[in-house]
């Protein structure tokens, strides 16, 4: 027969472990957008311990509404063997353009992630960095409802080697530090530079080119390099989110060789 008490149990025992193993990790990624889930995939696969925490109740972050709500989304073809090495289909649309249907995409990119180690947590919000001798040492969490709701209720916090910024257009875990510490980021002022506006030829290869340790021990990928940096955006063409993901994986992997 089964028992409602061992099913609460069972769910309670398991999260709780998941999330203890989490306390303290190699790489904790915010936000579960293309950019985040391709970045912990590949470092995942590579046997790092990685953890990413998803504000919202799915993740998947921008990717799931293609263009405009049309669930289509375009990938260019610099970036087609990302989108195979997660088994995900596309279509060639000519002039080395390829779409991809953006549910297929979305739900690929969060399977390959889970299946290659990423513990993903959703309806976590990531409300600060844990700040010391200079560098960015771990993130402060509390529940997405605590935080939307305005509860007055302290969060708890973990350690993590690399910390990569994938929250999307806001880059909001740059913007907290920036603004908490009134540190200098790595960018040519100095400063949070803040988006563009529309430009996908140039915004695809700023994604790219602006994913990059911004602060030690804490990098920056997708939109939120291009916020961060001072690129434009480009809408719904995700070769340059893709790109971003593994770029920042090589640069951790790189600098957790040295350590
Ligand atoms: O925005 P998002 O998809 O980030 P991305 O990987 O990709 C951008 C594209 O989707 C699109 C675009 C491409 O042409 O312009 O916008 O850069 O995903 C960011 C995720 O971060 C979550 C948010 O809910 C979203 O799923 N997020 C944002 N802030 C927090 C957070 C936070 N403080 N804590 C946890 N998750």
Same mark, same amino acid.
């Given at each position: 027969m089964i028992n409602d008490i061992k099913i609460s149990k069972h769910i309670i025992d398991r999260y709780f472990n998941k999330l203890s193993s989490t306390l303290d990790i190699d790489i904790a990624i915010v936000g579960a957008g293309p950019s985040g889930l391709v970045a912990g995939y590949y470092l995942a696969k590579d046997g790092y311990k990685v953890s990413l925490f998803e /504000? #919202?109740? !799915? =993740? @998947? &972050? &921008? $990717?799931? @509404?293609g263009g405009m709500m049309f669930n289509e989304i375009v990938v260019q073809k610099k970036a087609i063997h990302i989108l195979e090495d997660f088994g995900i289909g596309s279509r060639? $649309? #000519?002039?080395g353009y390829f779409t991809a249907d953006s549910v297929e995409a979305t739900s690929a990119l969060i399977n390959g992630a889970v299946k290659a180690g990423v513990n993903i947590f959703n309806l976590i919000k990531v409300v600060d960095v844990v700040l010391k001798d200079n560098a960015v040492k771990g993130l402060v969490l509390n529940w997405t409802p605590v935080e939307y709701m305005g509860l007055h209720v302290d969060p708890l916090t973990i350690q993590a080697k690399k910390i990569i910024d !994938? /929250? @999307?257009? =806001? !880059?909001e875990i740059t913007n907290t530090l920036v603004k908490k510490a009134g540190i200098n980021l790595n960018t040519p002022s100095g400063k949070f530079e803040g988006e563009k506006p529309m430009n996908a030829a140039k915004g695809e290869e700023e994604t790219v080119k602006n994913t990059s340790e911004v602060f030690t021990n804490f990098y920056v990928s997708g939109m939120a390099a291009n916020g961060v940096y001072g690129g434009f955006r480009m809408g719904p063409i995700f070769g340059g989110m893709l790109l971003s993901g593994y770029k920042v994986y090589t640069l951790i992997k790189e600098a957790l060789s040295k350590e």
């Open positions: /504000t #919202k109740l !799915a =993740p @998947g &972050g &921008g $990717m799931w @509404g060639d $649309m #000519k002039e !994938a /929250t @999307g257009h =806001p !880059a």
